[in-house]
């Protein structure tokens, strides 16, 4: 015996008064003040890193003020500086060490 199953998107109750509330949770944008003090702290070239934490701070101030675009954008562009700045880093880092390397094997 079968038993009876109703199609997926028919209403189990009477339908009338039943309603769906949807409620959407924004989410505080990111400022990245952990990253940009590591930038700051850990090379800063070109002092992308001072950039990046004045950034972050001006998204946070943004974000206790309560504008959440303004936050966003100036979280944006704190992430953007920390990217170029760790990038610089790691290309300085590797050039040194391959300048080193080379020093030592007495290429130069």
Do not use: H
């Not at 070109?46 to 954008?73: P, Q, T």
């Not at 562009?77 to 080379?102: E, G, K, R």
């Amino acid at each position: 015996m079968q038993s009876y199953r109703p199609p997926e998107n028919f209403p189990l109750q009477g339908g009338a008064g039943d309603r769906t509330v949807v409620v959407s949770v924004q989410q505080d944008p990111k400022d990245y003040i952990v990253w940009s003090l590591a930038s700051v702290s850990y090379g800063n070239p070109f002092c992308l890193g001072l950039l990046a934490f004045y950034f972050s701070i001006k998204s946070r101030d943004r974000k206790m003020v309560g504008d959440l675009e303004g936050a966003k954008s100036y979280g944006s562009t704190a992430c953007c500086f920390n990217v170029w700045a760790l990038t610089l880093i790691i290309v300085i880092a590797i050039i040194t060490i391959v300048l080193i390397i080379l020093a030592a094997k007495r290429i130069i």
